[in-house]
């Protein structure tokens, strides 16, 4: 154990001098600017995009299934990433002037340090009833960080290596990459409840459709008084504003209808609007007409399958007929089949529809910028080349996001109770929560997992 404090410390202590050590360039000449990217340069971007956008979110995942493959798959990306941090602080040929992305970095010692040591304080099984439950939960919440960290960072660092969003073109960078991320974020979580999440929604007693209204309703309200600055008023200010003024008003209706664990169709109804509005958004450039249209189309289609999903092929979080009190609309049966949500029913196929088109949306209108789309006109690419770029970004990450929930679901503490002979994602267990007498035979009860123990 003292060896692997030591190990961490070395670690830290060679961050800290590589930080100091680097030469930051305030002001760059056009040759320092302009200059080839080198070969460590590259070994730095693949190595840190590989380890936080593929290695860290696996060992979170093997974190939360409690698989033994966590801790090496952790440490190893502990490793890695003081590897990368060298060769960022080693490398020649361009240069960059500071920014968020350098910053980032050193500020992500912290949560790395932290995990660090919480982990080590962990495996020595002391203090077991006073601060080791504790800093259980504090190692979660620092893990369950760890994706959100490293979007933020690697999103700095495509920003660093196109030297976009200086000056005047922050506020459009604000907008685009935050809106963008929410809708990757809203698709992401989508797929979590399809896949592993139904059992949560049902014992929580609300509608997936109540926590969309309200997320839609409090981001309406920060949007309605920030799009606008100075004191007069552009074509986009009204537009956003008004936008904004949209998903708190819709969002209102949607909480409404969406009470007593109901389903409701308003949050898809302004992601419609949404969409509808941004397709026709005035643009200075063709080709961002055409990126922002079919980000408005993406955005349009997304929100019509939410609609037919909700409608026709979502399992029932409520019962239809009042038949004793298994059927009581405010009791949370989870004793019941629902056919759509187990794994070979076709319908299931279709639930995937709206969050990948709401990750290829978010794709797209982070990529519209003016800046990188500039940058894309200027060296003659054509939209239709650009978008399917773009798309196909979209499938690998969406790929990316069902191989971790369904890693999940079928490692660690919940790999005995996967079905591998239909290669399912359920889990099959009774439910704790609530379950009647049954009157006659019945089938065991099935439901995805997500209802084990705390």
């Known amino acids: 154990m003292a060896r692997r404090l030591d190990v ?6 060679l961050y800290i001098s590589y930080a100091a050590a680097h030469d930051h360039h305030d002001e760059l000449t056009e040759e320092q600017a302009n200059a080839p990217v080198d070969t460590i340069l590259w070994l730095h971007i693949f190595l840190q995009a590989a380890v936080w956008g593929v290695l860290f979110p696996v060992g979170m995942v093997l974190g939360l299934s409690r698989s033994r493959w966590h801790v090496p798959l952790q440490s190893a990306g502990f490793a890695l990433t003081a590897a990368g941090y060298v060769l960022g602080h080693s490398h020649k040929g361009r240069a960059f002037p500071p920014g968020a992305h350098g910053k980032t970095a050193n500020v992500l010692f912290v949560p790395m340090a932290l995990q660090l040591l919480i982990g080590v304080y962990l495996k020595l099984h002391i203090h077991e009833q006073t601060l080791r439950p504790w800093a259980v939960r504090l190692h ?38 935050i809106m963008g991320s929410g809708f990757i974020a809203y698709g992401t979580i989508m797929a979590i409840m399809l896949l592993v999440g139904e059992a949560w929604v049902r014992r929580s007693g609300r509608s997936p459709d109540w926590w969309d209204a309200w997320v839609i309703t409090v981001w309406g309200i920060v949007n309605t008084f ?23 008003a819709g969002g209102i209706l949607g909480i409404f209808l969406s009470r007593n664990n109901q389903r409701s169709v308003v949050p898809s109804i302004i992601i ?19 990126v922002h249209a079919l980000f408005g189309y993406t955005l349009m289609s997304a929100g019509i399958a939410r609609i037919i999903e909700v409608c026709f092929v979502a399992p029932k979080y409520t019962q239809d007929v009042v038949e004793g009190d298994t059927h009581s609309e405010h009791t949370l049966d989870g004793s019941r089949e629902y056919p759509p949500a187990a794994s070979h029913h076709p319908m299931r196929a279709f639930r995937h529809l709206p969050p990948f088109l709401l990750v290829s949306s978010g794709l797209l209108f982070m990529s519209a910028t003016d800046e990188e789309l500039h940058f894309v006109n200027d060296h003659g690419m054509d939209h239709v080349t650009y978008i399917l770029i773009m798309f196909s970004i979209a499938f690998i990450m969406y790929t990316l996001i069902i191989t971790l929930i369904n890693l999940y679901a079928t490692s660690g503490r919940n790999a005995a109770a996967a079905s591998p002979g239909e290669g399912a994602i359920e889990l099959t267990q009774r439910n704790k929560w609530y379950a009647p007498v049954p009157a006659g035979d019945i089938e065991p009860a099935h439901h995805v997992i997500g209802d084990d123990d705390d």
């Open 140 to 177: 979660g919440v620092v893990g369950k960080s760890y994706p959100i960290l490293a979007w933020v960072q690697m999103l700095f660092g495509a920003i660093a290596f196109g030297g976009y969003c200086r000056g005047g073109n922050l506020g459009q960078c604000l907008a685009h990459y």
């Open 272 to 290: 419609i609007l949404t969409g509808w509005a941004m397709s026709d958004h005035a643009q200075a450039l063709m080709l961002s007409t055409k």
């Open 8 to 13: 961490a410390a070395s670690l830290l202590a």
């Open 226 to 248: 920030t799009e606008h600055r100075g004191s007069s008023w552009s074509v986009k200010d009204m537009q956003h504003t008004i936008l904004g003024i949209l998903w708190w």
